[in-house]
Nanobody, 124 residues
Framework: QVQLVDSGGGLVQAGGSLRLSCAASGRTSTNYVMGWFRQHPGKEREFVACIRWSTGYTYYADSVKGRFTISRDNARNTMYLQMNNLEPEDTAVYFC?????????????????WGQGTQVTVSS
C-alpha cells in the first residue's frame, strides 16, 4: 500500500503561483508513475501532469503545458507541482495519484492510490 498526502493549495490572484506537494509513504519504489489530477465542481477528475519516478520523464495536459511543472525529490519521496501564471479556470481540487507501473496513463481510473485533495482557488 502507498499513502499519499497532498498539500499546498490556497487562494491566489490570477497570474500568481502556487506549489503543491505530495508526500508518499508506505510501499514506495521507483517503479511508479505519479500524477496530478484536478476536479472542477460537478465535473469528472481530469489529468494535469504525471512523472515516471525512475527516470523523471514528464507528461502534461495541453491546458497546463508551459505554465505548470511537475517534479520529484527522491530523497524526500515527494512530488511537486509548480503552478505559474494561474488562471481562474485552474480553480479546482487537486489530487495527487500513483500507479505501480512504468506506463504513462492520463486516465484517472489507471491510478490506484490517491491523496485527499487540496483546494486551489484563483481569483480574477
Amino acid at each position: 500500500q502507498v499513502q499519499l498526502v497532498d498539500s499546498g493549495g490556497g487562494l491566489v490572484q490570477a497570474g500568481g503561483s502556487l506549489r503543491l506537494s505530495c508526500a508518499a509513504s508506505g510501499r514506495t519504489s521507483t517503479n511508479y508513475v505519479m500524477g496530478w489530477f484536478r476536479q472542477h465542481p460537478g465535473k469528472e477528475r481530469e489529468f494535469v501532469a504525471c512523472i515516471r519516478w525512475s527516470t523523471g520523464y514528464t507528461y502534461y495536459a495541453d491546458s497546463v503545458k508551459g505554465r505548470f511543472t511537475i517534479s520529484r525529490d527522491n530523497a524526500r519521496n515527494t512530488m511537486y507541482l509548480q503552478m505559474n501564471n494561474l488562471e481562474p479556470e485552474d480553480t479546482a481540487v487537486y489530487f495527487c495519484a500513483a500507479r505501480a507501473s512504468l506506463a504513462i496513463f492520463s486516465s484517472a481510473n489507471q491510478y490506484a492510490y490517491w491523496g485527499q485533495g487540496t483546494q486551489v482557488t484563483v481569483s480574477s
